[in-house]
């Protein structure tokens, strides 16, 4: 069952793209250097967050009974 909606999903769509491009140009950019190992895990994060607005479900959603899209 889906419970996340247009914008929900684009949203995460674009935050999930950005996020699993910080690993490649941290190297590169000066302020986020220092992040070392920690990048990787933020792209996992996107990798996440890609995911979810794919399937248009959220596990964290379940236990607060949140849904953004209107029901089916």
Do not use: Q
Not at 14 to 29: M, N, Q, R
């Amino acid at each position: 069952m889906a419970n996340v909606g247009g914008i929900d999903r684009v949203l995460r769509f674009v935050a999930g793209v950005v996020l699993i491009l910080v690993p490649f140009v941290a190297p590169s950019v000066p302020a986020l250097a220092g992040l070392g190992n920690w990048a990787w895990l933020i792209g996992a994060m996107g990798v996440v967050m890609l995911l979810t607005a794919i399937f248009r479900f959220c596990p964290a959603y379940v236990p607060f009974g949140v849904r953004t899209c209107g029901r089916e």
